[in-house]
Nanobody, 119 residues
Framework: QVRLVESGGGLVQVGGSLRLSCAASGRIFSINTMGWYRQAPGNQRELVATITSSSSTTYSDSVKGRFTISRDKANNTVFLQMNSLKPEDTAVYYC?????????????WGQGTQVTVSS
């Protein structure tokens, strides 16, 4: 099992910044991709950003240029720096850890942290 503990959510004004953290523990040797997803009320969960074990990153178009994902391998922690926040960024943000190999993938999820951007 892999345990993910998120922190750093909260209330921020439009244009502000927040930094989310996610600490992983347990069978982390199986993980090769970590990332952040978010879910707003009435919407499906959507990908925000991912980072692989080789530090390759991907971002959704809606956050490119504003959000930055990074990781501290020594401490098994992944971060999401969110700048220039907009009201549409309001959602519950979930940390994800995945073991992805050809033909198979398994995902672990954190409990979620609320991010609210007020206008």
């Amino acid at each position: 099992q892999v345990r993910l503990v998120e922190s750093g959510g909260g209330l921020v004004q439009v244009g502000g910044s927040l930094r989310l953290s996610c600490a992983a523990s347990g069978r982390i040797f199986s993980i090769n991709t970590m990332g952040w997803y978010r879910q707003a009320p009435g919407n499906q969960r959507e990908l925000v950003a991912t980072i692989t074990s080789s530090s390759s990153t991907t971002y959704s178009d809606s956050v490119k240029g504003r959000f930055t994902i990074s990781r501290d391998k020594a401490n098994n922690t992944v971060f999401l720096q969110m700048n220039s926040l907009k009201p549409e960024d309001t959602a519950v943000y979930y940390c994800n850890a995945a073991s992805i190999v050809p033909g198979f993938q398994y995902h672990y999820w954190g409990q979620g942290t609320q991010v609210t951007v007020s206008s």
